[in-house]
């Protein structure tokens, strides 16, 4: 069984930048593909960033730019930087984790149920 846990979520000023980080444990390989998700009150999980085991990542249209995704293989943890946040991107963001599948591009990278491990989640907030 895969563990994730995430950390990092702080209040921030429209503009501002912020760094995640998550560190899986567990029967976590080295195969596996990883990936940030976000929901705000009264939606669903959204894709934000994922990254495979080669270093391919996936970035949905919105964060393009402004948010890059990138890990420490030795580590376990994955990172994610958010530059210029927005006011209406403050959310959980979960991270989590899922061995290799047949499919690869977008779709399936960002795809909610193919992931299999799941962070508590981290609060962030952005003020205006």
């Known amino acids: 069984q895969v563990q994730v846990a995430e950390c990092g979520g702080d209040s921030v000023q429209a503009g501002g930048s912020l760094t995640l980080s998550c560190v899986a444990s567990g029967d976590f390989g080295s195969t596996y593909c990883m990936a940030w998700f976000r929901r705000n009150p009264g939606k669903g999980r959204e894709g934000v960033a994922a990254i495979e085991s080669d270093g391919t990542t996936t970035y949905a249209d919105s964060v393009k730019g402004r948010f890059t995704i990138s890990k420490d293989a030795a580590k376990n943890t994955l990172y994610r930087q958010m530059i210029n946040l927005k006011p209406e991107e403050p959310a959980t963001y979960y991270c989590?984790?899922?061995?290799?599948?047949?499919?690869?591009?977008?779709?399936?990278?960002?795809?909610?149920?193919?992931?299999?491990?799941w962070g508590q989640g981290t609060q962030v907030t952005v003020s205006s």
């Open positions: 989590a984790a899922r061995p290799p599948i047949d499919y690869s591009g977008r779709y399936w990278a960002l795809r909610v149920d193919e992931y299999e491990a």
